[in-house]
């Protein structure tokens, strides 16, 4: 099935880039920070209806049409234009994202770059690759001493915003450098190593079921902010639900885990304070 996979995903790849260039027709979802395209909905139809040419007893879970659910172990997973606000402002950190569970268990996984021409793919147990290349995440032991993705969406409240900045903060007192597509373009470089890890606060199932394993079987880790096993969710709420998430090389990932931990605790006790000083 990898090889459909890798096939839908450029064939919607090439059908993003015919929409670069025109108006893009972006309207707002459910927030400020998600819009859809004319494009986005274009890729995820051509996605959606080869799946069910080929497999039409699967389920689908896809960002533009939700839930589609069948009795099956089988589920797809589509993100069909990710990095929708980079595409709409013409910045080329956008691309496919396919994943197919099994039993809510990841075991392929597709990450496209049209602009870029690079193609990301694994299946479980087999290793991750980048244009045909076995890739690996990096080697790196010190934090210190990388690039690190970080991913976060407008806040909604003072109180979020003021823990994501928080966070963020910590963060930039410990690695090298920030970068922040909040993209597929974060986990692709990940899981090759020019990245040391990611971090995002706001994903849905379409924006880190193919990640997760990619980065994975590129020998990474990839759980909740909180390093505890991601479950994903594949009922009827699962477009809903959001993931924070932390993943990068096992060293790195162990290092970033205990940033972020402090600066909650930090947090907490800051909100504690204030409290009881009101």
């Not at 533009?64 to 659910?69: A, M, N, S, V």
């Not at 020998?219 to 902010?225: F, H, K």
Request: with cysteine; net charge negative.
């Amino acid at each position: 099935m990898i090889d459909d996979a890798i096939a839908w995903a450029r064939a919607a790849g090439q059908l993003l880039l015919g929409h670069r260039g025109r108006s893009t027709g972006a309207t707002q979802k459910s927030d400020l920070s998600n819009v859809v395209t004319a494009a986005d909905l274009a890729s995820e139809q051509a996605i959606v209806q080869a799946i069910r040419r080929r497999h039409p007893t699967h389920s689908i879970i896809a960002e533009e049409t939700g839930c589609d659910l069948r009795d099956s172990e089988f589920t797809w997973v589509i993100d069909p234009l990710d990095g929708t606000s980079n595409f709409a402002a013409g910045i080329p950190w956008f691309g496919v994202l396919i994943a197919l569970l099994r039993q809510r268990q990841p075991v392929l996984a597709v990450l496209h770059l049209p602009a870029s021409g690079e193609l990301y793919c694994a299946e479980r147990g087999g290793g991750a690759f980048r244009n045909g290349e076995k890739i690996a995440v990096s080697a790196e032991p010190r934090l210190s001493n990388v690039l690190w993705a970080w991913g976060m969406d407008a806040a909604d409240d003072d109180a979020t915003a003021t823990r994501d900045a928080a966070l963020l903060a910590r963060a930039l007192q410990r690695v090298r450098n920030v970068r922040a597509t909040n993209s597929l373009v974060d986990a692709a470089y990940v899981a090759d190593g020019r990245l040391g890890g990611m971090v995002n606060r706001s994903s849905r199932i379409w924006d880190i079921a193919a990640p997760m394993l990619l980065i994975g079987q590129a020998g990474g880790l990839y759980t909740g902010a909180d390093g505890l096993p991601l479950a994903l969710d594949v009922s009827a709420s699962a477009a809903e639900r959001v993931y924070a998430v932390l993943a990068g090389a096992p060293a790195l990932h162990a290092q970033m885990l205990a940033v972020l931990r402090t600066a909650s605790a930090s947090g907490s006790a800051s909100m504690s304070q204030s409290g009881a000083n009101d």
